[in-house]
């Protein structure tokens, strides 16, 4: 495809909104998904630390 100007390329024909739109909600999903499983990951961490705590007093 060949466009004549940057804002031909990203207009797409009249379909940049759900071009672009879907490139955003991927990003925010692959930003967001390390944080989340960090909070996971801390979340089990203390709840192991805790059952050993319980197992010992």
Do not use: D, I
């Not at 495809?1 to 672009?20: D, K, R, T």
């Amino acid at each position: 495809m060949n466009w004549g100007s940057a804002s031909e390329f990203y207009a797409m024909g009249g379909n940049g909104a759900f071009v672009w739109g879907s490139y955003g909600v991927f990003a925010l999903c692959v930003a967001l998904e390390p944080w989340l499983a960090w909070r996971r990951r801390r979340a089990a961490l203390e709840a192991s630390a805790a059952a050993l705590q319980e197992g010992q007093a």
